[in-house]
């Protein structure tokens, strides 16, 4: 049987990486959010920095041409120019991939639904949450006033789509891009990780 792998897409405030990390354990199941950067980062032998500066960031078209053998008037060309984010993509997508080979997991974010969209085993969510629970939950998590939390909403949610969109030919947050849209202000977070589990458990028995 294939291994179980949980690709879920969040907002940014919406409680989905508790919700993931919750799952996990609820799982018995690996847990990827950060800690797959550093995992990108063993696999390709570079520096965890150079991940994290590109993560969930759409590439830059100047950087883009770098990758793709250009140069400008001879100038010299940084080393993290020529690792343009889309290099920096295809090596993370190689060890999601390689990740879903190895063992059933949760992961967070980074495209896994679309790099694993051809892995029977991957199941896709996509986690939102009214604005109001995401400006009081990032209010007391950045400790912020509640205009500076709906900035950081904003700001974060604008990231995270152009980098889906960029990426894969389907759009953030839209629910035919996703197995299943989840609204966490329904049944809370652990209301909606046991509503998961169950799902989860039900597509396992299938």
């Not at 994290?52 to 001879?74: C, K, M, P, Q, V």
């Not at 060890?95 to 029977?120: F, H, W």
């Not at 109001?132 to 709906?150: F, G, L, Q, W, Y």
């Not at 329904?186 to 299938?206: E, H, N, R």
Request: proline share 2%; with cysteine.
């Amino acid at each position: 049987m294939d291994n179980m792998i949980i690709s879920i897409g969040r907002q940014f405030g919406s409680g989905g990486s508790e919700i993931g990390k919750k799952l996990s354990n609820k799982l018995n199941i690996p847990y990827y959010d950060r800690e797959l950067l550093a995992a990108a980062a063993r696999d390709s032998g570079l520096c965890p920095e150079i991940f994290e500066r590109a993560d969930e960031r759409e590439s830059s078209i100047f950087s883009y041409a770098f990758s793709l053998g250009f140069s400008t008037l001879g100038m010299y060309i940084p080393y993290d120019d020529i690792l343009s984010n889309e290099k920096l993509f295809l090596l993370q997508s190689e060890t999601i991939r390689n990740l879903a080979k190895k063992e059933s997991c949760v992961i967070i974010g980074r495209c896994s639904d679309y790099i694993l969209r051809d892995n029977p085993g991957c199941l896709s969510f996509f986690i939102h949450n009214t604005l109001d629970n995401r400006i009081k939950h990032i209010t007391k998590r950045e400790n912020v006033s509640e205009a500076r939390a709906k900035e950081l909403i904003i700001k974060a949610d604008k990231s995270r789509a152009a980098y889906y969109n960029y990426y894969t030919n389907k759009l953030w947050g839209f629910a035919p891009s996703y197995n299943f849209s989840i609204d966490v202000s329904i049944l809370g977070t652990d209301g909606t990780v046991a509503f998961l589990k169950d799902l989860i458990t039900s597509k396992l028995k299938s």
